[in-house]
């Protein structure tokens, strides 16, 4: 009954329309035919969708209301400067990502959870692949996304090897609405612009600290943490 109560409040106080764009996570369209799941879908949920609340209860991980990463649900519904990409078939949710924008420009899919077997690590490293290529586009210039980042993902995918490092493109900042991890685990999927700077987090001081901002171009260089 807590949980209901909770998420009536949470449903009543819902953003009604979108930030502007360069905060926004953009609407995507992947057919599973692409990466191997025919009859699959990769959506952003809707903010209208109610199912947006209790995404962890299709996907068996805490993200939903009550759950420990409720946060990111109450950061979405509330802003709208983060959401849900969604793996569907049919009219079930088999598998989801939190995505939300970094400091710098960055597209992060915070990382997939799913207990549909058919959901396997090579079908989701292929669709990780699949939304770095499509947002990668022109279609999406507008948005202003300088890398696709993937986080940890559910313990049972072995995902992240096959993208390469980058803890330090990662934007990292704790505030009220956000939960980002404590650990450098993040990995670059694409790289699409070069912004002009980037929030450096250095762990070793303090995990949950704010990182400072560094002039990219000289550092990037010296620290190789760019491709291309």
């Known amino acids: 009954m807590a949980v209901l109560k909770k998420s009536i409040r949470l449903w009543k106080r819902a953003a009604k329309k979108d930030p502007d764009i360069a905060e926004s996570i953009p609407d995507i369209d992947?057919?599973?035919?692409?990466?191997?799941?025919?009859?699959?879908?990769?959506?952003?949920?809707?903010y209208t969708d109610p199912r947006i609340l209790f995404l962890g209860y299709y996907t068996g991980c805490c993200e939903r209301t009550g759950g420990d990463f409720e946060p990111?649900?109450?950061?979405?519904?509330?802003?709208?400067?983060?959401?849900?990409?969604?793996?569907?078939?049919?009219?079930?949710i088999k598998a989801h990502s939190?995505?939300?924008?970094?400091?710098?420009?960055?597209l992060?899919?915070?990382?997939?959870?799913?207990?549909?077997?058919?959901?396997?690590?090579?079908?989701?490293i292929s669709l990780t692949k699949l939304i770095g290529d499509t947002l990668a586009s022109s279609r999406y210039k507008e948005y202003g996304i300088s890398d696709i980042l993937l986080g940890?993902?559910?313990q049972k995918f072995n995902i992240s090897n096959s993208f390469r490092e980058a803890r330090?493109?990662?934007?990292?900042?704790?505030?009220?609405?956000?939960?980002?991890d404590n650990k450098p685990n993040q990995w670059l999927v694409r790289c699409i612009q070069k912004p002009e700077k980037f929030l450096i987090h250095n762990p070793s001081k303090n995990p949950g600290s704010l990182g400072?901002?560094?002039?990219?171009?000289?550092?990037?260089?010296?620290?190789?943490?760019?491709?291309?």
């Open 212 to 228: 400072r901002f560094l002039d990219l171009s000289a550092e990037a260089r010296r620290n190789d943490v760019r491709l291309g």
């Open 168 to 180: 330090r493109l990662a934007s990292r900042y704790l505030c009220e609405n956000h939960y980002h």
């Open 98 to 106: 939190w995505v939300w924008r970094g400091e710098g420009g960055q």
């Open 72 to 92: 990111t649900i109450i950061d979405a519904v509330s802003t709208r400067k983060s959401g849900f990409y969604t793996l569907t078939h049919g009219n079930e």
């Open 152 to 154: 940890r993902s559910n």
């Open 108 to 124: 992060v899919v915070d990382g997939w959870e799913s207990k549909d077997s058919a959901v396997t690590s090579r079908v989701l």
């Open 30 to 46: 992947i057919n599973g035919n692409d990466f191997g799941l025919p009859g699959y879908r990769l959506t952003k949920m809707p």
